[in-house]
């Protein structure tokens, strides 16, 4: 089957401008989760959803961010005034279990590389 | 705090040749370790994680509690593990989210 899927695949913003990143998770993954990557970084957690739950939002480091995941499938992850420093790949996974003891495996999708101007 | 440390970032080796990513972690609690694999042009992918024990590709890693590293191995490098090598951990229980190091870059060589 499919694998996780994001789009836009490259985002360009001025300055100032509202993006929005959408991330299809695999069908059936309870759990998703939103990383931020910038250059030459490792990923860094921003928030996770369970369902349509967003359980744990301690990552993302401004109001600014804002994400979403209505009817638990399908998820937002959306931007307000973009700033420089918000240029880097977000990257959404999906896993099956419900985020309870112990892990489960972690699909990536490709990523959206969103540069601000 | 949660911290996962790879020293090193940018490992170079001859194929055939032994190779070690170093990687370090911080955590109070008894965390799950794994080590996550990037090809050129490919998205993020799990390679091993400490409770299965396996060995994938012939990479193995072993937690180490006393040192708190989880160092990956392979005594054979090969021209197609070349990629960039991420360590991570996912704290015990709750929410699952992986804290990822910065990344190797492992360049093997003919």
């Known amino acids: 089957g499919a694998g996780v899927s994001q789009s836009p695949r490259y985002k360009v913003a001025k300055r100032g401008q509202d993006v929005a990143l959408r991330c299809d998770p695999i069908?059936?993954?309870?759990?998703l989760f939103w990383y931020q990557q910038a250059l030459g970084q490792g990923p860094e957690f921003l928030t996770y959803?369970?369902?349509?739950?967003?359980?744990?939002k301690s990552g993302l480091p401004s109001d600014r961010f804002f994400a979403e995941r209505p009817e638990g499938s399908v998820s937002t992850l959306k931007i307000q005034r973009t700033q420089q420093e918000d240029s880097a790949v977000y990257l959404c996974?999906?896993?099956?279990?419900?985020?309870?003891?112990?892990?489960?495996?972690?699909?990536f999708g490709p990523g959206t590389r969103l540069t601000v101007l | 705090a949660q911290r996962v440390t790879q020293p090193e970032k940018l490992l170079s080796v001859f194929k055939g040749a032994p190779v070690e990513l170093k990687c370090n972690y911080s955590?109070?609690?008894?965390?799950?370790l794994f080590w996550y694999v990037q090809y050129s042009r490919q998205r993020l992918q799990l390679l091993l994680r400490?409770?299965s024990r396996e060995s994938i590709k012939g990479f193995t890693a072993d937690l180490n509690k006393g040192e708190t590293s989880f160092h990956l191995k392979k005594p054979f490098a090969q021209e197609e593990d070349s990629a960039m090598y991420y360590c991570a951990l996912s704290p015990q229980g709750g929410s699952e989210k992986l804290v990822f190091g910065k990344g190797t870059k492992l360049t093997v060589n003919p």
């Open positions: 959803f369970q369902n349509e739950a967003q359980l744990d």
């Open positions: 955590y109070s609690g008894s965390p799950e």
């Open positions: 400490h409770i």
């Open positions: 996974a999906s896993s099956s279990l419900l985020g309870l003891a112990g892990s489960d495996t972690q699909y």
């Open positions: 069908s059936g993954h309870v759990s």
